[in-house]
């Protein structure tokens, strides 16, 4: 009955359950999950709380969920207690939010307890992660360069989720089952090698454990005192946050980059990550990317920007910082019957055009703001649309062809932006790369009698 007494004692220092309380236990049919529905329905007497286990089939191992399935259904029965059985899948999932089918699982199952939760009006979901899961996750974010905030390591309690047995470790769970004749059973998937965590679990912390047999003891209290830095610092960033988010939706965020620019780098630290964090889109940022950030953030120039994994890229404008996943619209297509004023909302660009004789021009601009072209060797209507693979044209002053992507290269334009570049085209030739270059076949020259002049502006936000 001791381990009873250890769990009692975790779930009143962290005041985890409470008298009344419908907890939702995550069945597994594993020894942590077993050991935690025995422990939990021992003091439901003493807590006054209900019990109502679930069992999320990820639809990964056929073969082997039925009998989990029915041996979490008798396990609950033989207590009295009720069984929810909820299928998802976790490979359709991973597929179609481009995630590898780990994190896919874990966002599925997390959801699918809620789901059960709500449906059944649990106010408390408790899992059966121990010290073991606390150590190896410590390890895995240390290896992948986790801040203080990922050592921190899994938390006893996150809103209405629990986990009593956090400080428990594995020897202790399989002793108790032993001693008390429970049964359970094993996932074959845990037992192989292929993921980094069963890597740290079958590889490493056994070596340590040669060295060290208090490891788990050790690293789970380093993470604890991490926790306790964290919500002192959890305070502060949540004040500084409030004062820096410009604009802000499931895939993007947008940060005043003035306060960014100032902050000391161990608060910015914690801002960026937990921006990040709160924003649902924006996955695969890890410690080092958020060095990155740092850099482009104190050294950039406005412009710059970084792409890292999963599509997200982070764009320091003139005076924000955007973080984005948002993939990148295309510029339609636009006819232009005539000369006039058109605007293009996708490039944000305004421009004027005009025609008028030669000799009237008092300037053949840059090509860029403004730019000038021969109109007698072009016909209305004109077509203004986005690049297509293949594209070329003659740069104006280089005297040759050259690809449009080389030219965008060049131009350094970068390529989340490459798709809103107006290209203006006369039947299928590119007549002017829109605030760039125009093309020589269209130029001004001695026996130009009428010109077309335009002038372009961005359009005011």
Known sequence: MQLIEKVQHTIQKYAMLSEHDLILIGLSGGPDSVCLLTILNHLKTKFAYTLHGAYIDHGLRPDETPSEIEFCKELCGSLGIECTIKHINVRSHAKVEGINKQEAA?????????????????????????????????????????????????????????????????????NFLQAEGIGFIVDTSNLGNEYMRNKIRHLIIPSIKKMDRNIIKTISRTAELFREEERYFEIIVTKTLMRLISRKTDTMIDLFLRPLESMDTVLLRR????????????????FTHIEEIITLIKSGASGDRIYLPQDVRIIKRYSTLTITSEKPSKLPHYLMEGPGDMVLKESSLAFHSTIMLREELDTYGDGKQLAVIDVDKTSFPMLIRARLPGDFFYPLGFGKRKKLQDF????????????????????????????????????????????????????KS
């Open 106 to 174: 874990r966002e599925l199952r997390y959801n699918a307890f809620r789901e059960i939760g709500s449906q059944i009006h649990a106010n408390k979901i408790a899992l059966g992660h121990n010290a073991d899961d606390q150590a190896e996750t410590v390890l895995m974010r240390l290896f992948r360069g986790s801040g203080p905030s990922g050592l921190a390591g899994i938390p006893p309690v996150r809103k209405n989720i629990v986990r009593p047995l956090i400080e428990v470790e594995k020897k202790e769970i399989e």
């Open 408 to 459: 965008f290269v060049d131009e350094k334009i970068p390529r989340d932006e490459r798709d809103h570049v107006p290209l203006m085209v006369n039947k299928n030739d590119i007549v002017w790369i829109v605030g760039y270059r125009v093309d020589e076949r269209f130029k001004v020259d001695k026996t130009t009698k009428r010109v077309l002049k335009f002038e372009v502006k961005p359009l």
């Open 271 to 286: 801002v960026l990550r937990r921006a990040i964090d709160e924003t649902r889109g924006l996955r695969g940022i890890s």
